[in-house]
């Protein structure tokens, strides 16, 4: 079941969609604007088969997409909030940066006495905070800056609206927002699927093991070039099948978070010997 609190011109809605055994899917929302966001949001209305055959028969990829077909990102209600979670994310792990995010919202966003939901971060709300007040909820101060500048400076709402070249190309000159964050605010905030989670640390255990020493943002970006115009979806189809034993490893290993400990303790002591 998915649930979530929409807002607009006329007040807020719940909508939900639940998904039987079958793989049908049942929308349930107030409006017909409440179903068409929610269908955004879930990505429904998109066509990846060409994605699923093209690389049906990958080394990496093949599994995960003939055991995932029906994976799609879970997109957010507002570019904001996708902005946020971009920020929120760099350099610490998901649980401390979804930590960070849900402070945030809970600050800046009205909550549903009904359901306890709080209603998706706005443009408005993000720009009346101060960075110093989001310091304290646990934002960096230099991603602080950058969130509130761009809310009280940018349209962000309309960047759906606008070639993605010439949004990214924008977003590329804030030095706070790097291949990761556009990732994030392409699969989450404006729905597309061409710029992948270049130097995600689950890419980055991933490309450790298969070179069998550690490796960096380069290198995951090299894995997701391979993927053209699917870079984005391709992530996310590494990333699960990764967590669910999809993607082969190599050499005998069978979990990657073990494979990658054992990957970097390897160059940790052959640094140490070459000092």
Do not use: N
């Amino acid at each position: 079941m998915f649930t979530a609190l929409l807002e607009s011109e006329g007040g807020t809605e719940i909508v939900q969609a639940r998904q039987a055994s079958d793989g049908t899917i049942a929308l349930r929302a107030g409006s017909e604007r409440g179903l068409e966001r929610l269908r955004f949001e879930l990505a429904l209305d998109d066509d990846h088969s060409a994605f699923l055959e093209r690389f049906g028969g990958d080394p990496l990829l093949g599994a995960s997409t003939r055991m995932l077909r029906g994976l799609r990102p879970i997109r957010l209600a507002t570019v904001s909030h996708a902005l946020l979670r971009a920020l929120c994310g760099q350099l610490i792990t998901v649980r401390e940066a979804r930590a960070i995010e849900a402070h945030v919202i809970r600050r800046s966003s009205p909550r549903d006495p009904e359901s306890g939901l709080y209603a998706p971060p706005t443009q408005e709300r993000l720009a009346a905070l101060a960075p110093a007040e989001l310091c304290r909820l646990g934002l960096a101060p230099k991603r602080a800056a950058t969130l509130v500048r761009l809310c009280r400076t940018l349209d962000l709402e309309r960047l759906r609206g606008l070639p993605p070249d010439s949004v990214f190309a924008r977003l590329a000159r804030e030095r706070t927002i790097g291949p990761w964050s556009l990732g994030v605010l392409s699969l989450e905030g404006l729905g597309g699927y061409d710029h992948g989670l270049v130097g995600d640390l689950g890419l980055v255990k991933l490309c450790s093991v298969l070179a069998d020493r550690w490796v960096g943002e380069t290198e995951t970006s090299e894995l997701l070039a391979r993927y053209g115009e699917w870079e984005g979806l391709a992530s996310l189809y590494l990333l699960r099948g990764l967590r669910q034993g999809l993607v082969p490893l190599g050499r005998g290993v069978v979990d990657v978070e073990t494979g990658a400990r054992a990957v970097r303790s390897r160059t940790r002591a052959t640094a140490r010997l070459t000092r």
